[in-house]
């Protein structure tokens, strides 16, 4: 039975398909994971799994793996012991919890920008370039950088959980570059299509974040290391400068205020 915990959990899921839905019946969602090729042990870990849980998804995975032998899967050891599954994010780990917030607040406006989209006129056209200036500033040159920069170095950097997230900024990167190309060349049909396109990959790029990534990061840190962090998370605001987290800030609340504004008038007619 060991050697089912140290398989990639791909390995497992493609020789025992059942395997997916019961993983799925615990919010452990490795399908849709680009990776995938996390041990079966350690997702246990990651995802934080009450003893009770724990017992209980093993005994179902056993099931699938062998019907007609009653083999339960052993305890796994874990590095750090489960705690309460309620999420309380430390100080510096909050300050990108609270980042993911105002991005969110970008992606949703997303199908109200499409929806009022005019690459013909010079302010239907800035509002996406100020769209593409946040995302490069704020999500990427700002956010981003503190994950890949500070955060993670806390980390193996070979573990899926992070070779996924680097996998995720880098797909964004290219959904913002085909966004400039398309908004260059009028191509309104791929405009949306990228637009649509980082839309959903940073909505499920931040929930893996808030959900899963950040709680497991934040149960590994010593104390020592959360006061690091915050106090780097701190120089990398200092850099950036606040003028751009301001503009930043300014674009967002200010494009929300306009198509909100455009909607009701909408509805209105
Ligand atoms: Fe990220
Ligand atoms: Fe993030």
């Known amino acids: 039975m060991e050697e089912y915990l140290n398989k990639g959990i791909k390995d497992v899921i493609s020789r025992f398909p059942k395997v997916a839905d019961i993983l799925n019946e615990y919010n452990i969602g490795c399908v849709p994971c680009s990776v995938g090729s996390c041990l079966l042990k350690d997702i246990v ?10 017992e209980a998804l093993m005994t179902k995975i056993a099931k699938v793996i062998y019907p007609d032998r009653g083999i339960k899967m052993p305890k796994i050891q874990r590095k750090t012991q489960p705690k309460s599954r309620e999420i309380k994010y430390s100080p510096p780990i909050k300050k ?3 980042e993911h917030a105002l991005i969110k607040k970008w992606l949703v ?5 499409i929806n009022d989209l005019n690459i013909e006129t010079e302010d239907g056209r800035k509002l996406i370039y100020d769209g593409v200036y946040f995302i490069r500033s704020y999500a990427d040159k700002f956010h ?7 955060l993670f170095k806390y980390f193996d950097e070979n573990l899926d959980i992070i070779k996924s997230m680097h996998e995720d900024h880098e797909t964004g990167r290219g959904h913002v570059k085909a966004i400039i190309e398309a908004l260059e060349r009028k191509d309104k049909k791929a405009l949306i299509e990228h637009l649509n396109g980082y839309k959903e990959l940073l909505m499920g790029h931040i929930k893996k974040e808030d959900d899963i990534l950040y709680p497991w990061m934040d149960r590994g840190l010593s104390l020592q290391q959360v006061g690091e962090l915050f106090s780097k998370f701190n120089e990398a605001e200092e850099k950036i400068g606040k003028e751009v987290v301001e503009r930043c800030e300014r674009f967002v609340k200010g494009a929300e205020e306009k198509l909100l504004k455009k909607q009701k008038e909408e509805e209105k007619t």
């Not at 981003?144 to 500070?150: Q, T």
Request: net charge negative; hydrophobic share 40%.
């Open 109 to 113: 406006l997303i199908p109200a920008v």
């Open 45 to 54: 870990q990651i995802h934080n799994l009450s003893s009770e849980d724990e």
């Open 144 to 150: 981003h950088a503190k994950e890949e920069d500070i």
């Open 96 to 98: 990108l919890v609270d």
